[in-house]
């Protein structure tokens, strides 16, 4: 399911931090949800949001909708998070991440929700997801690196949890320019919606 999938988007507003919604805890979907006209609709309007803004993934809860629900898409080669990992559209509902490597992995974050802000978070290295795709089917990913990186900071918004609550050093959270100034290594990675 790529960008040709879904014609006809429109571009969300983007709740940000201080919004009540970015803190509430996001209510399941259900399958008949999944498969409805406003659904379909929601789920259009993500992609899309995500795309116009440069993100590499995006939380129902972004766009005002507490619903547990995230859409993720990323290159491998872009010149601000050069991973080399790159995810086609993954479509999830009612996710639930299971750790299965404590080993802690870091990034330079940011997110649509804190704009202008970059800030390193430690994440678990390796998780395990369980989720309903597009079409209300049970899917497992195994995701590690950066992927399983975005696959905790979206989630984290279902739960009302925002990358800046899991940065532990205070001197690693900075404006974009400043991080990019100060704090950018050549070829270090960065994640960021």
Not at 83 to 96: I, K, P, Y
């Amino acid at each position: 399911m790529g960008r040709e999938a879904y014609p006809a988007m429109a571009i969300r507003k983007i709740a940000r931090l201080g919004h009540p919604v970015l803190r509430q805890k996001a209510r399941d979907v259900t399958r008949e949800e999944i498969s409805s006209p406003e659904m379909r609709r929601l789920l259009k309007d993500m992609v899309e949001t995500m795309h116009e803004y440069g993100g590499v993934g995006l939380a129902a809860p972004q766009v005002h909708e507490s619903l547990r629900l995230a859409v993720i898409e990323f290159d491998g080669d872009s010149g601000r998070y050069d991973t080399g990992q790159a995810q086609s559209l993954l479509v999830v509902f009612n996710a639930r991440v299971k750790v299965l490597d404590e080993t802690l992995s870091g990034f330079w974050e940011g997110c649509l929700s804190v704009p202008g802000m970059r800030g390193y978070v430690e994440r678990a290295s390796k998780v395990e997801v369980n989720y309903l795709d597009e079409r209300g089917k049970p899917q497992t990913i195994t995701a590690d690196g950066f992927l399983a990186t975005v696959f905790q900071h979206e989630l984290d918004h279902l739960d009302g949890t925002l990358y800046v609550d899991k940065i532990t050093d205070k001197s690693k959270f900075a404006f974009t320019e400043e991080y990019s100034r100060y704090h950018l290594e050549e070829g270090e990675p960065e994640a960021t919606e």
